[in-house]
């Protein structure tokens, strides 16, 4: 590992800048798969927070891409030899220019932190991106990404029990995550992990119980809900940390409380209530 963190130190600062425009259907079709009923998305229209993910998404060429369906390192990334990855968590300030539909949008990118780390589980190695996303008006978003790679379940390895969630929300959503709403996703974002729809991939290779639901859909499912709930208050900042899996076995739940000091804490409640991942939301002043 010590070898290894002096190699991936090399890419800390690597940076890259892409372009994309925000198209009114990638809205339409998440607005399609959450179910919201909201009218069809038109030019001019404000782009939720969050849902620029639905844009600068990563087109490696198929012969680029390792044995988890996700595209190896090497350019931008190191290339990480742990063959398991995870979502770890995102904080976002969201600025007073807004991302609009039809707007021409820059993003630039690059890697902020490489942290190699032993858990209990073995070694990992924890990538934080940083992004700063452009609309016509100047800086929209700021974003900072965490990606958690781990080696091969070891046979017989079972994963830790969550904390239980905490009970007292003020707003609750059940969410039934088929393998089509996966699917969705997992299309709406051009994600290839085969975690999310390969079945027999994700229980015999990379030993879970079932398809693993995105982390970034529960993530977006937590400040839809806080958002929806306080129609009125524009979000500031949002920020969101995965704390363990969820299947696509059985309906989890989305909550969100409001606290005294006008934010909100929301977090997904897996099957058994233990909590799998928790965020805040801050509104503006």
């Known amino acids: 590992m010590d070898t290894a963190a002096a190699d991936y ?18 809205p339409k079709a998440l607005i399609a798969a959450f179910d919201t009923g909201d009218p069809e998305p038109k030019v001019g229209d404000p782009l939720p927070p969050v849902w620029h993910w639905l844009y600068f998404l ?13 595209p190896t390192g090497g350019s931008f990334l190191p290339p990480i030899p742990l063959p398991r990855r995870m979502w770890a968590g995102t904080t976002f300030t969201f600025h007073d220019t807004p991302l609009r539909i039809g707007d021409q949008v820059r993003r630039e990118q690059e890697v902020s932190s490489i942290e190699p780390k032993t858990g209990s589980t073995g070694p990992m190695v924890i990538v934080t991106q940083r992004s700063r996303i452009y609309g016509p008006s100047g800086l929209a978003i700021t974003e900072e990404r965490g990606s958690v790679f781990r080696e091969d379940a070891k046979p017989g390895e079972k994963q830790k029990e969550p904390r239980p969630a905490p009970t007292d929300a003020t707003w609750s959503k059940e969410i039934k995550p088929d393998p089509v709403l996966l699917f969705r996703f997992s ?15 994700v229980t015999s290779v990379e030993g ?28 500031a900042r949002y920020s969101c940390r995965a704390l363990a899996p ?11 409380r409001a606290e005294s000091d006008g934010s909100v804490t929301t977090w997904i409640a897996d099957p058994n209530g233990g909590l799998a991942q928790q965020g805040k939301v801050t509104f503006a002043a």
């Open 246 to 256: 969820v299947y696509d076995r059985a309906p989890f739940s989305v909550h969100a």
């Open 187 to 201: 299309a709406l974002t051009f994600n290839p992990h085969r975690i999310h729809y390969d079945q027999p991939y």
């Open 58 to 70: 990563d087109t490696a060429a198929q012969s680029k891409l390792g044995r988890d369906g996700m």
């Open 9 to 26: 130190r090399a890419f800390i600062g690597q940076s890259r800048t892409s372009e994309d425009f925000i198209a009114p259907f990638p």
């Open 208 to 235: 879970y119980p079932g398809l693993l639901v995105h982390g970034p859909l529960m993530s977006l499912l937590q400040i839809e809900l806080a958002r929806r709930s306080n129609p009125s208050r524009k979000v």
